[in-house]
């Protein structure tokens, strides 16, 4: 298995823009995580969804962020307008029913906007 | 609020020493506890997990401990390699959601 893709690997934008980020979970996997990581913060989960539904998005900072989850092979996180407070690196990660079982992450999407 | 604390920061040791990294946590109401590795400019690489019902892990020269009533787990990574410089995070798990330590940053100098 290819594990979790996400894409692109690395993002360059101007405040205001909209930045759609995109990730692939492993197959068979029910669950899927977007996190953020900062040197502020550490890691955060954003939204959590489960067979393709949005189960906990407490974690989404602001209307600006909304995520999707159109089928079990594919998420968007997208951020509209994008600020220079939103420079991170996002993560997602998969499992399958992750009460006790491990998360696995993909290589992350490093954002910047400047 | 479950709160995560991976003591110390940063660790430095020559090759071949035992390394061991700390994380306590608040809640003991836990489901599970998952170290991860984190090398410089990218993802998360799974590397333990330890359900609430046990005590301890073991893979290959690593072993992690869990002690759910004091709130304490701890890696070992026997017989250091300088490949294994990264940053390790604790994270635990209560059902779905996990909360991660800040991790311990370690070099092993060759």
């Known amino acids: 298995d290819a594990g979790v893709i996400q894409s692109p690997r690395h993002e360059v934008t101007e405040m205001g823009q909209e930045v759609t980020l995109r990730c692939k979970p492993i197959?068979?996997?029910?669950?899927l995580f977007w996190y953020r990581q900062t040197m502020m913060r550490g890691l955060e989960l954003l939204i959590y969804?489960?067979?393709?539904?949005?189960?906990?998005d407490s974690g989404m900072p602001e209307d600006r962020f909304s995520a999707k989850m159109p089928n079990a092979s594919f998420s968007t996180l997208k951020i509209q307008p994008s600020e220079p407070r939103d420079s991170a690196v996002y993560f997602c990660?998969?499992?399958?029913?992750?009460?006790?079982?491990?998360?696995?992450f993909g290589p992350g999407t490093r954002l910047t906007v400047l | 609020k479950q709160e995560v604390t991976q003591i110390p920061a940063a660790l430095s040791v020559p090759e071949g020493e035992n390394l061991v990294l700390n994380c306590s946590f608040t809640?003991?109401?836990?489901?599970?506890l998952q170290w991860f590795r984190q090398d410089p400019g990218k993802g998360l690489t799974s590397l333990l997990l330890i359900q609430s019902s046990q005590r301890e892990q073991t893979s290959g020269r690593l072993n992690a401990s869990l002690d759910k009533s004091s709130g304490r787990s701890t890696l070992y990574i026997a017989a250091s390699q300088p490949g294994d410089s990264a940053t390790y995070l604790c994270a635990v798990g209560n059902d779905y959601k996990l909360s991660f330590g800040a991790g311990t940053t370690v070099t092993v100098r060759a």
């Open positions: 197959s068979g996997h029910n669950s």
């Open positions: 969804f489960n067979n393709n539904v949005p189960i906990d």
């Open positions: 809640d003991s109401a836990i489901y599970n």
């Open positions: 990660a998969s499992s399958f029913n992750p009460g006790g079982n491990e998360q696995f």
